[in-house]
């Protein structure tokens, strides 16, 4: 069974930094890409950033420039550097994984982590 556990949310002010983690626990797996979502009340869940086992990334074009992520692949973890917030950044972050066991993909979900960013 795998685990995806978050860390690093909180309360900023407008134009602060927050970095949030996201580790995948268990073994017998490999991890393809791994990536941030977040919600905002009355709103769907958009795609933040997303990186590959290759190091490729993509981010949401809301958050290019103020937004870093990263991986360290032997902790399976998934990092989010974020930068100069805005309000509009509040929202749950949540992690997401796309695994493989025994050659079929599986998506996972962390808990989610709130980030409120105070104007």
């Known amino acids: 069974q795998v685990q995806l556990v978050e860390s690093g949310g909180g309360l900023v002010q407008t134009g602060g930094s927050l970095r949030l983690s996201c580790a995948a626990s268990?073994?017998?797996?490999?991890?393809?890409?791994m990536g941030w979502y977040r919600q905002a009340p009355g709103k769907q869940r958009e795609l933040v950033a997303i990186?590959?086992?290759?190091?490729?990334?993509n981010y949401a074009d809301s958050v290019k420039g103020r937004f870093t992520i990263s991986r360290d692949n032997a902790k399976n973890t998934v990092y989010l550097q974020m930068n100069s917030l805005k309000p509009e950044d509040t929202a749950v972050y949540y992690c997401?994984?796309?695994?493989?066991?025994?050659?079929?993909?599986?998506?996972?979900w962390g808990q989610g982590t709130q980030v409120t960013v105070s104007s």
């Open positions: 268990g073994s017998g797996f490999s991890i393809n890409s």
């Open positions: 990186i590959t086992s290759g190091g490729s990334t």
């Open positions: 997401n994984a796309v695994i493989v066991f025994y050659l079929r993909q599986y998506t996972y």
